[in-house]
């Protein structure tokens, strides 16, 4: 079964230096999320690709944060420099549309557990 | 804003009850529904999904899902939890033709033996 495959699936990074997650998602889906949850809470949109564009990154705190999609298939997001508060768990999903375009759904990794120390 | 409600932050249950979980959201179109179950340190599992049809919905582990547009609920239930069961549950709503879903604050299930 296809599978949206995260790495690492641990992280622990000392503040101030940079940390990055990659995700591939399942093949041949077009929409990419990158999602971050604080322990206790859901799921927070960060960015939202359609193939290689961004979408949506009103979320996403640029000072610090970045995504990439180069090629529209698998995706990069990064943390420079990493702070305390940046501990959390971080999931990508993809989707073969976005959400609300069509009876699409989406699949989830199983996610990269930040911790800054 | 759209904005979706899990009232519930902790349930517990016994093993073989019945449960119900409650989800409530505020959006004026036909809404995209989902659930999605969350082990601990895991992601997140889609169990039942709604886009349009019959309100009562089937999904995977014997769950099942009500729509019920005069109340903007979407409440899972289950007749019979199990041990394995236990676990965090998120409602998710989207929209028709806005390519955004958001999450609720999720629903902490025990199971008592």
């Known amino acids: 079964e296809a599978e949206v495959a995260q790495s690492p699936r641990y992280k622990i990074t000392e503040k101030s230096q940079a940390v990055a997650f990659w995700c591939d998602p399942i093949s041949g889906h077009a929409t990419l999320y990158w999602y971050r949850q604080i322990l206790g809470q859901g799921p927070e949109l960060l960015v939202q690709f359609q193939d290689e564009s961004v979408v949506d990154d009103s979320q996403l705190p640029k000072d610090r944060f970045s995504a990439e999609r180069l090629k529209g298939v698998d995706s990069t997001l990064k943390i420079q420099p990493a702070e305390l508060g940046d501990s959390a768990m971080y999931l990508c999903a993809s989707s073969l549309s976005a959400v609300g375009t069509g009876n699409t759904e989406a699949f989830f990794g199983q996610g990269t557990r930040l911790t800054v120390v | 804003a759209q904005s979706v409600t899990q009232p519930d932050i902790h349930i517990t249950v016994s093993e073989g009850a019945s449960l119900e979980l409650r989800c409530n959201y505020s959006?004026?179109?036909?809404?995209?529904l989902f659930w999605y179950v969350q082990s601990p340190g895991q992601g997140l599992q889609l169990l039942l999904k709604?886009?349009?049809?019959?309100?009562l919905v089937q999904g995977i582990k014997g769950f099942e899902a009500e729509f019920k547009r005069s109340q903007s609920s979407f409440n899972l239930r289950k007749p019979s939890v199990h041990w394995s069961d236990a676990a965090e549950y998120f409602c998710a709503v989207g929209r028709y033709n806005f390519n955004k879903f958001y999450f609720g604050s999720g629903t902490k299930l025990n199971v008592k033996p």
């Open positions: 959006y004026g179109a036909t809404p995209y």
């Open positions: 709604y886009f349009s049809g019959d309100t």
